[in-house]
């Protein structure tokens, strides 16, 4: 038996995404028609230089207080006032902004009035003069109860290297009564130097 | 813990964290030093002294009394010295007010002298009634005052007073305690008048009353401060009587006016001894153009 040949083919299969290759082939050849056109590399620009060597250190703050002269060479009466020097230098590298206050106190000899009592008629003054020779009673500045003196901070202020005279003095009060006649009062001031904020 | 709260807990955290982070640490570095010193308060202080050597008789030989007084700043403070004086209850008031008293500051108890004349800052009164002494003092100076005192011719005769010198030293409102001396003056019984007789205002005889003592006592007659200067010629009790011309009072006693004339009895070396047998007063004045003397004030 003889068999009739068959005039068309099986069902091809169907062609899918005919359009990819064109589109790649399209989009190099633009890329490199681009890049060709701008002439550049693309490549970063950079270069290197060197410091010469150096060293960094810290700041540092440091004062030094003198002795306050003494202030018992004069007793005090009834409204009188005695004074004393004593010198603070910032001997650190950096502005220090001052503050200083009473931080202890002693009484004694007071044989007819309290501890309280005599420190309760003892009022504390202190000012920056120029030179020692330059303190005397009657100046402005901060001022206080002895016991509780206090400039706060920013009293003043103390470059790095500079030096300055504290005059302080001591009144007792015009009313003060007979009974803190011959009491004796020790006391501490405390000068504290704090860098001045940036 | 579900899934979504701990992922909402890292977020916070890693906020936190870099929002921690950005930001500078504010620590701020400070250095302290310490000084110290030491204050005294004074107190006030008063002494006195002096007022122990014034006890006095007052006669007609003894007139007046100088002696110094002594204040002193006993306190440390500076101050100032002032002084009150009292009569001592009991005591003759009449007499304290017929001593005169002047007083003046001088630079020291030797300054004070009965010839020392009044000087400047004087006060006066009676020991009575005195002014204030008052002087600034240093702590621990003095301040002397030289006193004067001379009874009137109203001091009761025989009478005693007691007198009290207060002194105080205050510096502002305070004050020393009060510290004080005490004197006492007194009067001797009267001195017997002596018998005066004029002669025209040419000389003057004055007689002493007559005693029981030898005929041959020797006295005198004395004018000035207390008695001290001797006029005449000494006389015995035969006599019984000064006889006085105008010119034999010197005129550093008086030149004119009254005159006291005091009797005393002289030792054995002619020098007068405390003994008044009597008293009594002449005086100095012009009659035609020269000196005269008459009896009485």
């Known amino acids: ?198 | 813990m579900s899934r979504r709260l701990r992922a909402i807990l890292a977020l916070l955290l890693a906020l936190v964290f870099v929002a921690g982070g950005s930001s500078a640490a504010w620590a701020l570095w400070s250095a302290t030093g310490t000084t110290a010193s030491s204050v005294t308060i004074g107190g006030t202080g008063a002494s006195l002294s002096g007022t122990s050597d014034m006890t006095t008789t007052f006669s007609s030989s003894v007139t007046s009394m100088t002696k110094p007084i002594t204040l002193t700043n006993a306190g440390s403070l500076a101050g100032t010295a002032t002084t009150t004086v009292s009569v001592a209850s009991g005591s003759s008031t009449a007499l304290a007010r017929a001593v005169g008293v002047v007083a003046w500051p001088v630079a020291s108890t030797s300054a004070c002298t009965t010839s020392t004349a009044v000087g400047t800052g004087s006060v006066s009164g009676t020991w009575a009634s005195l002014p204030s002494l008052t002087s600034k003092l240093a702590a621990g100076a003095s301040a002397v005052w030289c006193t004067r005192s001379t009874p009137t011719s109203s001091a009761p005769a025989s009478a005693t007073t007691n007198v009290t010198v207060a002194l105080t030293v205050t510096a502002g409102t305070w004050a020393s305690d009060v510290v004080q001396g005490g004197f006492a003056l007194n009067t001797s019984a009267a001195a017997p008048a002596l018998t005066c007789t004029d002669h025209s205002g040419t000389y003057v005889e004055v007689a002493w009353p007559t005693s029981s003592r030898p005929m041959d006592t020797w006295y005198g007659a004395f004018v000035g401060p207390n008695a001290s200067t001797m006029v005449g010629q000494k006389e015995q009790d035969y006599y019984g009587r000064f006889t006085l011309a105008p010119e034999q009072i010197p005129a550093n006693v008086a030149t004119s006016g009254p005159v006291t004339v005091t009797v005393k009895i002289l030792d054995g070396a002619g020098n007068p001894t405390s003994t008044v047998v009597a008293s009594g007063t002449i005086t100095l004045f012009t009659q035609n153009n020269g000196k005269a003397v008459r009896c009485g004030a």
């Not at chain 1, 890329?31 to 060709?36: D, F, I, N, Q, S």
């Not at chain 1, 003494?70 to 220090?96: D, E, H, R, W, Y």
Request: charged share 10%; glycine share 12%; aromatic share 4%.
């Open chain 1, 1 to 198: 038996m003889t068999s009739t040949p068959r005039t068309t083919g099986r069902h091809r299969a169907p062609r899918r995404h005919r359009w990819i290759w064109p589109t790649v082939i399209a989009l190099v050849v633009a890329v490199l028609t681009a890049m060709l056109g701008t002439g550049g590399t693309y490549a970063l620009w950079n270069g290197t230089a060197s410091t010469s060597a150096s060293t960094v250190r810290s700041a540092t703050a440091a004062i030094s207080t003198g002795p306050l002269t003494a202030m018992n060479t004069a007793v005090l009466g009834p409204g009188g006032g005695t004074t004393g020097t004593f010198t603070v230098q910032n001997t650190g590298s950096i502005p220090l902004t001052m503050r200083v206050a009473t931080t202890s106190t002693k009484v004694s000899s007071a044989t007819n009035a309290t501890t309280a009592a005599v420190l309760g008629e003892l009022s504390l003054r202190l000012s920056v003069v120029g030179s020692a020779a330059d303190c005397r009673t009657g100046l402005s500045g901060a001022s206080g109860r002895l016991a509780t003196f206090d400039t706060g901070s920013g009293s003043f202020t103390l470059a790095a290297g500079a030096r300055a005279v504290g005059c302080v003095e001591m009144d007792l009060d015009a009313d003060a009564p007979q009974s803190v006649a011959g009491a004796v009062s020790d006391f501490s001031l405390t000068v504290t130097g704090t860098q001045v904020t940036p």
